[in-house]
Each structure stands twice: as C-alpha cells, then as structure tokens.
C-alpha cells in the first residue's frame, strides 16, 4: 500500500522514520473512522506496538512502512467498530462522537484552559480539523457499516485507491467500490445546503443569547421546525435518553435547562471545526454543543455530557 505521507528516509530507520511521519496521518484516519480521540490513540498505540513486536530484520524488509501502518491501523479500527455495535447496545441513552476543540479553544496565552503548560501535540495539531470531521459528518459515518465507513474514509477522505482498500478491508475492490457508493449514498442524503461561517457563528451567537435569556419564543425563531436536539450523557450525568424533537419542545427543553442549572457560563468555541458552545460551572466544563444549520435555522443539536469525552475541555 502507497501512503501519501511516506518518508523519503525510510531506508536509513524505517520505524523511527514511519514514528516521525506516520502518527499525525494514523492519528487522523483513526479518529474518522472510531468517533473518539481517545479509541483513536489506543489504536495507533496498539499499531506501533505490533510494528516493534517484529524483528529488526523483518521490518527493515518492509518497503513502505507507512503503508504497513496504515493497513494494521485500519484493520484495528476495523475490528473495533465492529465490537463498538455491542457496546452501543449497552450504552446509556444516545451515542454521540467525541468533540474536539478548535485550537483557540485548547491554547491560550497561559497555555492549556487552567493556566496548565500548553501541549506541542494538543488535539488541535493530532487532528486536522476539515469538514470530515464536523459533527454532521461523523454522526452520518457512525450509522454506517464498520465496511462502509473504513471503505468511505479511506477512499474518499484519505483518497487510497480502491485495491489497496480491498487489502484491507479483505474484499474485492469492486465490493469496496459498491461499499464506498452506499457510504457516499448515506452521506449524500444527510447533507444540507452549505451556510457561510460567518452565517453559522452568528446564528450559534443567537442561540447562545436566547439560551441565556430563557427567550422561548427566540429560541424558536431560530430553529427548524423539524429540528432535534440529541444529548450525551453516557448513564454517568443526567441527560434525554431520546433526543428531542421539534423546534418549540427544544426552546422549552433548553430554558428549563438554564432554570434547573443555574449558575452556568455559556462560551462561545469551535467544536469540529464548526461554531458551537461550551457550558462551564465553576470553570469546569460540563457541556460541549455542536450544531447543524441549514440557511438562517438550527436544525440539529449535539449535546456531549459525558464526562469521559470532554477530557479535552476541561481544565487540568
């Protein structure tokens, strides 16, 4: 298998070479294809590790050893999606994908949010935050096939050929052609017209102040009357086990919220690479919202309660 990031070095080491250059890209594709930073490390962890389980002799024999990492890495993400189906059916209320802070969002002056020393790989230089990893897109990849969405990302977001899809996959490149058709079908179907960013961030800029206000009827103006608000607390917060639906039931859904919860700091952030919101209490973050918009209205919410996937928001 080719890889577009592979070292021009990789004759004179080819493990530190395929380390040095590899990780970033591993790191990436992982993320796309699990839905969680933290599933994502713990696979490119496992790739390394088989990587030096070989001999010197038979990694030195390796031509491309960023290739070679790319297959056991996906291989690895392929099997995991396919146990993630099991757990999902013991998870507590809705699954959704991990949220990642836009850099701003992860380093300031002071460095890290809390004034700890800022991290040279923070989230922001692990993941490259394009619109393959925006909300939308990664709900849409998660109610695909572990095939479908392993076919998907690498040929149409990390553009390998179909042949070297089918080697990993271990199919034939044209089951991995129809796989990737439906995957491309699904995301097709899913996608609203594009808003200008600018557009979004004033439209999340409303929300968040009709939020603040308890403005039901704001609130409503801006959201589709088809609307849905889904949240995610993993059973280890309270949140709606279903997700809301229609643009007055979420109006109300969100001030009773800010009645119930008070004291609560509503930021303004970018979460995916998209205008969303952080809540905060005391400082530590115990909401990360992400949005859908489709011309001046709402018309999905994503709430992540769960405190194992905002380790990356809350303060250290």
Known sequence: MTTPSEPGDSRLDPGLSAIMSERHQ??????????????????????????YAMSPQRRG?????????????????????????ARRERYVGEWIPEPLPGR?????VSGRWGGATADPADPADRVTLDESVNMAFLVVLDSM???????????????????????????????????ASSARRRMRASRLPATPAAQRADIVTAFKRAWEAKDI????????????????????????????????QIARFFTERATAVPDVALLECMVNGQPGLVAQRDGITVSVLAFDVAGDRIT???????????????AV
């Open 300 to 314: 999905r919410v994503w709430a992540v309660l769960n405190p194992d996937k905002l380790r990356l928001w809350t």
């Open 145 to 179: 096939t572990p095939a479908e969405r392993v076919a998907f990302v690498l040929h149409d977001v990390f553009r390998y050929s179909f042949a070297e899809v089918a080697e990993i996959v271990g199919r034939t490149p044209a089951a991995c052609r129809q796989l």
């Open 104 to 108: 701003t969002e992860w380093t300031s």
């Open 26 to 51: 591993l790191i990436n594709l992982a993320y796309r294809l699990l839905g969680s930073l933290a599933e994502a490390e713990d696979a490119v962890q496992e790739t390394y590790a088989r990587w």
């Open 61 to 85: 024999g390796i031509e491309s050893p960023g290739g070679w990492l790319t297959t056991v890495a996906s291989r690895i993400c392929l099997d995991l999606l396919g146990s993630a189906r």
């Open 217 to 248: 009827d704001a609130l409503i103006g801006l959201l589709a009357p088809d609307a849905t608000a889904t949240g995610d607390g993993g059973g280890l917060v309270t949140a709606e086990l279903r997700p809301v639906e229609g643009a007055e």
